[in-house]
Antibody
Framework: EVQLVESGGGLVQPGGSLRLSCAASGFTFSSYSMNWVRQAPGKGLEWVSYIFSTTTAIYYADSVKGRFTISRDNAKNSLSLQMNSLRDEDSGIYYC???????????????WGQGTMVTVSS | DVQMTQSPSTLSASVGDRVTITCRASQSISTWLAWYQQKPGKAPKLLIYKASSLESGVPSRFSGSGSGTEFTLTISSLQPDDFATYYCQQYNSYWTFGQGTKVEIK
């Protein structure tokens, strides 16, 4: 079964740091680009970051650029998001999502994890 | 940046109704558009990609159309399982989601 499972969410104070992880299974992780998408409480979806299968291309939304770092370990089938200098507006559910097919062109997101909740509050 | 605008924000409909949701892009995105369905407490689910291609396993009552800047998602006969929030997403230039359309029971 193709599956993504996020972990690492929690409560953190403004200015603090948190590291999210996403464990992949059921497919050849090293062949697919991956993404992080977030959803503030009661709000819509916001793309956060992208990483190509071989890490040769990495992109960030302007709202997180310079504060968040995406990475992956293809040997461990794992995706990560290091979040620093967290703000109240970073609160929400963070989903990892897999591109629809293996390749470099931008794609829709066919596989999603269940999400992990991040709360930034003092 | 490409902005995506959905309408309406909320739609009240009955089982069996034909439902149409519109998504407009701030600039041409060709057919690089996807539609997702999200139910409360669940992750989004891909329904349509490349504007009109049905994702595997998605019921044929869902269809998409459009190109350039204007797109539609149509549900031909609304079923009880379809009451949810729907999002469009462009993937022509990075990725941007619309604000969502909640389909509720009339």
């Amino acid at each position: 079964e193709v599956q993504l499972v996020e972990s690492g969410g929690g409560l953190v104070q403004p200015g603090g740091s948190l590291r999210l992880s996403c464990a992949a299974s059921g497919f050849t992780f090293s062949s697919y680009s991956m993404n992080w998408v977030r959803q503030a409480p009661g709000k819509g979806l916001e793309w956060v970051s992208y990483i190509f299968s071989t890490t040769t291309a990495i992109y960030y939304a302007d709202s997180v650029k310079g504060r968040f770092t995406i990475s992956r370990d293809n040997a461990k089938n794992s995706l990560s998001l290091q979040m620093n200098s967290l703000r109240d507006e970073d609160s929400g559910i963070y989903y990892c999502a897999r591109d629809q097919t293996a390749g470099f062109n931008t794609q829709a997101f066919a596989i999603w994890g269940q999400g992990t909740m991040v709360t930034v509050s003092s | 940046d490409v902005q995506m605008t959905q309408s309406p924000s909320t739609l009240s409909a009955s089982v069996g109704d034909r439902v149409t949701i519109t998504c407009r892009a701030s600039q041409s995105i060709s057919t690089w558009l996807a539609w997702y369905q999200q139910k409360p407490g669940k992750a989004p689910k891909l329904l349509i990609y490349k504007a009109s291609s049905l994702e595997s396993g998605v019921p044929s009552r869902f269809s998409g159309s459009g190109s350039g800047t204007e797109f539609t998602l149509t549900i031909s006969s609304l079923q009880p399982d379809d009451f949810a929030t729907y999002y469009c997403q462009q993937y022509n230039s990075y990725w941007t989601f619309g604000q969502g359309t909640k389909v509720e029971i009339k």
